[in-house]
């Protein structure tokens, strides 16, 4: 399994941006997906994470900003981050876990937001 992840970027404090991940295969929809992130001299942590049939769970830092959502139509994972703060800044991993518990990683998306 291989996963894309896209849509990093640069943006001022406030601003929205939406990671895309995309995993190759078929075993999608039946996986738990999440997105981490690892920020400079700290440890890989958990954002929000989705199972198969939607339910959702997210970093205490980031609920009522971050909305993850996926289509399992289309094989696509999403990361809407909204109000951006400068603390967000760190490379974000899209994750695969499958029904035998196997976990996969994609290469990372730098998002770096500025004060």
């Known amino acids: 399994v291989q996963l894309q992840a896209s849509g990093g970027g640069l943006v001022q404090a406030g601003r929205s941006l939406r990671l895309s991940c995309k995993p190759s295969?078929?075993?999608?929809?039946?996986?738990?997906m999440g997105w981490y992130r690892q920020a400079p001299g700290k440890q890989r942590e958990l954002v929000a994470r989705i199972t198969s049939g939607g339910n959702t769970n997210y970093a205490d830092s980031v609920k009522g900003r971050f909305t993850i959502s996926r289509d399992n139509a289309l094989n696509m994972l999403y990361l809407q981050m909204n109000t951006l703060k400068p603390e967000d800044t760190a490379v974000y991993y899209c994750n695969l876990i499958t029904v035998s518990s196997d976990y996969y990683w994609g290469q990372g998306t730098q998002v770096t937001v500025s004060s």
């Open positions: 295969g078929s075993i999608f929809r039946f996986s738990v």
